[in-house]
């Protein structure tokens, strides 16, 4: 069964910086691109940035581009988000997500969601 | 980028009926499209991709259509268990995007 277990979001104040994990089981970790997908608050859902399997290509939002960068180790099966330069709007529940890996960038496996807040 | 818009932002139904959800893209994605269901405090679970295909485990009353530009997700009897968000994602081309999500409420 696959089981995605993100950790360390929390409240910070803005122009901090975060590091997202998100640990994985369940699959060959290093088959599949993974993603981080966030949520504001009473808000739909928002793609952030995918990684490739291997690690080597990478896609985000223009949203974050330039403050966020999304990496991967696969000897330890666990992927991350370094978020600089945090802002209110940043604010919102992240989720990583495992492609479905057969049709495209579609999301079969989320974790539970990590909850950060940018707030003075 | 792609912008996906949802209809209706609100539906009301009670257990039985049959709801259908629209979702239209602001350009053709060839049917490169998944549906998700998300209930409050829950992550989203995929329901459908490539517009119609259900996905493993995913009951048989919840069925996709569509081309081109405009979709569709029907629940054709609508269970105590399906009211929740409903949300649908292009995968044609970056930025990925979503819908604005499709709340299903109990009339």
């Known amino acids: 069964e696959v089981h995605l277990l993100e950790s360390g979001g929390g409240l910070v104040q803005p122009g901090a910086s975060l590091r997202l994990s998100c640990a994985a089981s369940?699959?060959?970790?290093?088959?599949?691109?993974m993603t981080w997908v966030r949520q504001a608050p009473g808000k739909g859902l928002e793609w952030v940035s995918t990684i490739s399997g291997s690690g080597d290509t990478s896609y985000s939002a223009d949203a974050v581009k330039a403050r966020f960068t999304i990496s991967r180790d696969n000897s330890k099966n666990t992927l991350y988000l370094q978020m600089n330069s945090l802002r209110p709007e940043d604010t919102a529940i992240y989720y990583c997500?495992?492609?479905?890996?057969?049709?495209?960038?579609?999301?079969?496996?989320w974790g539970q969601g990590n909850l950060v807040s940018v707030s003075s | 980028d792609i912008q996906m818009t949802q209809s209706p932002s609100f539906l009301a139904a009670s257990v039985g009926d049959r709801v259908t959800i629209t979702c239209r893209a602001s350009q053709g994605i060839a049917n490169s499209l998944a549906w998700y269901q998300q209930k409050p405090g829950e992550a989203p679970k995929l329901l459908l991709s490539t517009a119609s295909r259900l996905h493993s485990g995913v009951p048989y009353r919840f069925s996709g259509r569509g081309s081109g530009t405009d979709y569709t997700l029907t629940i054709s009897s609508l269970q105590p268990e399906d009211f929740a968000t409903y949300s649908c994602?292009?995968?044609?081309?970056?930025?990925?995007?979503f819908g604005q999500g499709t709340k299903v409420e109990i009339k």
């Open positions: 369940g699959f060959t970790f290093s088959d599949y691109r």
């Open positions: 994602q292009q995968y044609y081309s970056t930025p990925w995007t």
């Open positions: 997500a495992k492609e479905e890996g057969i049709v495209g960038v579609v999301f079969d496996s």
